[in-house]
């Protein structure tokens, strides 16, 4: 691989980081290619693109998003490393977890969601129960509208008198 075909992959991996937002980072060494072939097909099944490439690559590539400090993924790149780039943050960790029923790789060695890291295979249980930004958000909207609905309700079954309001507010006060 000549230096510009090595810029045209940090590019293009840049762009993939930025466009999706989520990536894992994991081990799949000495897979077979057979097996390499299968997991792609998985991810392909599941929405989630799949690379493989040199470790200094992908290091220059998270530099080049200009956003967030990954120096504690910089440690775990080493040996082989494929990258997962998925819009769901929690598709890649189901995707590996269920992998490993039939094999002991791919082995995760760092994600990044939504500005977040989590470093090695241990994050793995952690991944795959994160809460989307859109369902946290959809969380704390039900939240604040639930006291609204409530004064609302009251207002309903009270009728129109004010003696009939503060009767069902007592009530359920």
């Given amino acids: 691989m000549n230096k510009e075909e090595k810029h045209e992959l940090v590019l293009a991996l840049t762009e993939k980081m930025k466009e999706y937002g ?3 980072i994991t081990d ?9 072939n299968d997991i792609r097909r998985k991810c392909f099944e599941s929405d989630i693109t799949m690379q493989v490439a040199k470790n200094s690559l992908i290091k220059k590539a ?15 790149l080493k040996g082989s490393s494929s990258i997962l780039f998925s819009k769901s943050s929690t598709a890649p960790a189901k995707l590996i977890k269920q992998l490993r029923k039939k094999g002991e790789k ?16 241990k ?3 952690t991944l795959i129960n994160l809460k989307s930004k859109e369902q946290l ?27 009939g309001l503060v009767k069902t507010l007592q009530e359920r006060g």
Avoid: R, W
């Avoid at 958000?137 to 003696?163: D, F, H, R, Y």
């Fill in 62 to 76: 998270m530099e080049a998003t200009g956003g967030g400090d990954f120096s504690a993924v910089y440690d775990v």
């Fill in 28 to 36: 799949t060494s000495n897979l077979t290619v057979a097996k390499v």
């Fill in 137 to 163: 958000i959809g969380e704390v909207i039900g939240l604040l509208q639930s006291p609204a609905k409530n004064v609302l309700s009251a207002l309903q079954s009270g009728g129109t008198t004010i003696a």
């Fill in 22 to 24: 989520n990536f894992y």
């Fill in 106 to 121: 791919p082995i995760l060695k760092a994600a990044y969601i939504d500005a977040s890291i989590f470093i090695g295979d």
């Fill in 123 to 125: 994050q793995l249980d």
